[in-house]
């Protein structure tokens, strides 16, 4: 019988691994998501006003289509907005799914058919609560991590109403519909008066809760936000050039790299700083090692409208570092660990998200499949990279031995390594990744192949994909100490945020296609910009070997 293929998601992962599904031969191929339209995070209903990416124009899509260039490219630098990529993500999926996309409908469950044939999806029609079963030959979780809420239980709702908190408490998830109820509950300081006409408290500090602090603050309302540390932020008063942000251009095993990486790390970190003049003493300063941590804020070009901007200019109150840790008895206000007490009448919990695969499979089914995060072999916490001059003196050498390091299961952030050799399940969106719309269409092509039955390069045995998988989750933890337990797995199985074009490369090499396709020459490789269209052709190339008996 032909392979029919579900897809769990309507996402950018989700939508270029059915393009490519379709475009090998997969006639029966069907998209499930509860969103109404297509694009994920990047659904229209999900767009929130204000929302900016870290990328710019000509990052984050596909081969396929060409993407209009933003409207206020000449202040922003090209950065893209959420309005363009829910508008880019509609039109791929009207020119090339349509039909073959469920709307509005949740999955519930994921399980093995009888005597494992095949997959068992249990969904929910969230416009008529019916619950309906289909079963397909294989499936691809594409169902990202950015759907499901985490709310730290003692900031939650019920711990405000056990308190009688009477302000609008929300996760920031919630903000676009929740907007005109936000601006009717927090009026617009007058212009020129000091009353400050309620405010909105803003708890954590990652990329939507700086674009929300901005909108409202831009809006006229007074924002506060409560966080640790924030995450490193670049910018600069002119757009940066691309290759610097899309070439190979790290060396940690010799003495010179460390000086090339040491110095460029450093720019990089005081770039921002200098790029917005901020004083040695601003809370704005307080930000975590950009080294050592995957996760970075790309605010562009200078824009005094900006998150930055407007805290470094005195109009955003910033909290740090502060965690909040209950709700007043007042009912007006929010109490942090360090005593202080804040008014609020809107608390946004910017608090992050739980994994997307927590809820869909049942014990034994993710026992079979192998999809849980597992404790890493203490056996693997030995220094295999000592010849990384720029890994020595790790944060991670004086953390061990404190807790368990939480290690990944998915070989390559794409299958569960216990299920490799089944080649009916593969997940695309899983892998942290500095260029996620080449990452995607690389991914997807692996996943046909794989999908195919192609001889691409697989481990020899589930307990060798598995050892992998943990040799990855020992370079986390050496490279970004901490990272793995504090992150949702559903979106970084794989951990490549500066080293998406070697890890992109390998997936080239898995289907025996030519990698490092930037080209360049021994002296110039490493700055030559990696492009979207040097991979518009992998259909063709993989179809071309396999037709001559090699793939």
Avoid at 80 to 85: K, P
Avoid at 392 to 413: K, L, Q, T, V
Avoid at 485 to 494: F, L, Q
Wanted: aromatic content about 10%; glycine content about 8%.
């Amino acid at each position: 019988m032909a392979p029919t293929i579900g897809i769990i998601g309507s996402g950018p992962a989700a939508l270029i691994t059915a393009h490519t599904l379709i475009k090998d031969g997969f006639k029966d191929v069907r998209l499930i998501t509860r969103d109404s339209c297509a694009g994920g995070i990047w659904a229209r209903e999900r767009v929130y006003p204000g929302l900016s990416l870290n990328n710019v124009h000509g990052e984050l899509r596909f081969s396929g289509l060409e993407m209009k260039l933003p409207a206020n490219s000449a202040e922003t630098g090209g950065r893209l907005t959420g309005e363009v990529m829910s508008e880019y993500m509609e039109t791929f999926a009207e020119k090339f799914l349509r039909g073959r996309i469920t709307y509005s409908t949740e999955v519930m469950k994921i399980k093995r058919g009888n005597d494992n044939d095949g997959w068992v999806i249990e969904t929910k029609d969230l416009t008529t609560g019916a619950i309906y079963e289909s079963r397909f030959s294989k499936i691809v979780l594409c169902s990202g991590g950015f759907s499901n809420p985490y709310i730290p239980t003692n900031i939650s709702p019920s711990a405000a109403e056990a308190v009688g908190f009477k302000g609008l408490i929300l996760h920031s998830s919630c903000f676009n519909q929740e907007l005109p109820r936000i601006l009717s509950t927090v009026n617009a300081a007058s212009p020129g008066s000091d009353n400050k006409a309620g405010r909105v408290v803003i708890i954590g500090c990652g990329k939507s809760a700086q674009d929300i602090a901005a909108y409202l603050t831009n809006q006229g309302r007074n924002v506060a936000m409560v966080y640790e540390h924030l995450e490193p932020y670049l910018a600069s008063p002119q757009p940066k050039p691309a290759f610097l942000r899309r070439s190979r251009r790290f060396f940690h095993t010799t003495w010179l790299g460390l000086l090339i990486i040491t110095f460029m790390f450093k720019v990089i970190s005081q770039g921002g700083f200098k790029a917005y003049n901020i004083p040695k003493d601003s809370p704005l300063r307080n930000v975590e090692t950009l080294f050592w941590q995957p996760r970075v804020n790309d605010t562009g070009v200078t824009r005094p409208t900006s998150f930055i901007g407007l805290a470094a200019a005195g109009k955003i109150d910033l909290y740090t570092p502060a965690r909040a840790v209950k709700y007043g008895s007042d009912g007006r206000s929010i109490i942090l660990n360090d005593g202080r007490r804040i008014p609020a009448d809107v608390v946004i919990l910017a608090t992050g998200y739980r994994s997307s695969w927590e809820t869909l499979f049942d014990d034994k089914t993710a026992e079979e499949l192998g999809i849980r995060r597992r404790v890493l072999p203490s056996s693997l916490l030995r220094d295999e990279w000592k010849s990384y001059h720029t890994l020595r003196n790790s944060p991670a050498d004086h953390r061990r031995g404190e807790a368990p390091i939480s290690a990944s299961s998915i070989y390559r952030g794409i299958v569960p390594a216990k299920n490799i050799h089944n080649r009916d399940f593969a997940i695309n969106g899983a892998i942290l990744t500095g260029n996620a719309g080449y990452a995607f269409e690389v991914v997807s092509h692996w996943i046909s192949s794989y999908f195919l039955g192609d001889n691409i390069r697989l481990p020899p045995t589930p307990e060798a994909a598995l050892a992998e998988a943990d040799r990855h989750s020992a370079w986390c933890e050496k490279r970004f100490p901490g990272v793995l337990g504090k992150m949702n797995e559903s979106v970084s199985a794989a951990v490549h945020i500066w080293s998406w074009p070697q890890a992109m490369d390998e997936l080239l090499e898995d289907m025996r296609l030519p990698s490092g396709r930037s080209g360049g020459k021994w002296y110039n490789w490493v700055f030559q910009v990696i492009d979207i269209k040097e991979i518009a052709y992998l259909t063709e190339e993989r179809r071309a070997l396999r037709e001559a008996g090699r793939l």
